[in-house]
């Protein structure tokens, strides 16, 4: 009967105490969640306070939008687009011979000296670009 009494009450405390574990690990993550936003706050505190500085908005100013002070020559350098690199085609993979290895051996034999077949794709001609004479001034 006691036996009954004790397995009884560790079924009835099993549940809860699962249940515990599971919301101190969510305890804890949103600590850490909570720490990491709170640094997030401070670094976006410390960037507002900079752009209150006039000395840091006209330095931002001339490097993220290009203003320069009268008098002075700006130059911008633009680097040339880069080409689109082409992907090499796959080799095509040779379709699996059927028979035994000797028959595949004496085909590559007969078939050795004849020309390989080639596809019948016609290449597209070049489109001519018309000459336009310069500007007279």
Known sequence: MLAIAVCAVVLT?????????AQRGQVSALA??????????????QAQARWTDPAYVRQQARVRLHFVKP??????IVAPTPQPQVAAAPAPKAAPRA???????????????????????????????????????
């Open 13 to 21: 405390l099993a549940v809860p105490f699962q249940q515990y574990i």
């Open 32 to 45: 850490a969640q909570e720490r990491a936003e709170r640094a997030r706050v401070a670094a976006l505190e």
């Open 99 to 137: 028979g035994a290895w000797y028959s595949q051996l004496w085909s590559t034999v007969t078939t050795a000296g004849e020309e390989p077949t080639k596809p019948s794709v016609k290449p597209k001609p070049a489109t001519p670009k018309p000459i336009t004479p310069p500007a007279k001034r």
């Open 71 to 76: 008098g002075e020559t700006a130059y911008v």
